[in-house]
Each structure stands twice: as C-alpha cells, then as structure tokens.
C-alpha cells in the first residue's frame, strides 16, 4: 500500500504561481511511477504531469507544457508540482497519484491522494 497526501494548493491571481507537494508512505517508490491529475468543475479528472521515480522521465499535458514543472525528492519521498503562469482555466483539484506504468489515464494509477484544491481568478 502506498498513501499519498497533498498540500499546497489555494487561491491565486492569474499569472501567479503555486508548488503542490504530495508526500508518499507506506511503501519504497523505486519502481513507481508517480503523476498529478486534474478535475476541473463539471468535468472528467484529465491528466497535468507524469515522473518516473527511479530515472527522472517526465512528461506533460500540452495544457501545461513550459508553465507547470514535475520533480521528486527521494530523499523526502516527495513529489512536486510547480506551477507558473497560471491561468483560470488551471483551476480544480489537483491529485496526485501512483502506479507501475507511465500512462495518461486514471486507470493506469493503483493509488491516490485526497485531492487539493487550486482556484486561480481572473
């Protein structure tokens, strides 16, 4: 089992900035993937970013691609989000998730986290 837990979100003006971090537990990350997923109101929960814990590899939504940046810790076994010039349309919930392969899709990750909030206005 691995439990992952989410901060840093909250309010910010457009062209802000923001970093999420999601702490993971329970379990070694070596072999993991780890990724952050979005859902905007009233939409599906849409993949923002993706990180292979032993080697680094990412690899970005075209949404985000030169605004949000992914990176791990291990030694903290924590996962980060910065996210720059942000926009209205970056506003949801942001979720961090764990799973065995590289893939853009929910069903590809076998753990979440709770979820943390990202509002940017206009």
């Known amino acids: 089992q691995v439990q992952l837990v989410e901060s840093g979100g909250g309010l910010v003006q457009a062209g802000g900035s923001l970093r999420l971090s999601c702490a993971a537990s329970?379990?070694?990350?070596?072999?993991?993937?780890m990724g952050w997923f979005r859902r905007a109101p009233g939409k599906e929960r849409e993949f923002v970013a993706v990180?292979?814990?032993?080697?680094?590899?990412?690899n970005y939504a075209d949404s985000v691609k030169g605004r949000f940046t992914i990176s791990r810790d291990k030694a903290k076994n924590t996962m980060y989000l910065q996210m720059n010039n942000l926009k209205p349309e970056d506003t949801g919930v942001y979720y961090c998730?764990?799973?065995?392969?590289?893939?853009?899709?929910?069903?590809?990750?076998?753990?979440w986290g709770q979820g943390t909030q990202v509002t940017v206005s206009s």
């Open positions: 990180i292979t814990w032993s080697g680094g590899s990412t």
């Open positions: 998730a764990a799973g065995h392969r590289v893939g853009l899709q929910t069903h590809d990750y076998d753990y």
């Open positions: 329970g379990r070694t990350l070596g072999t993991y993937v």
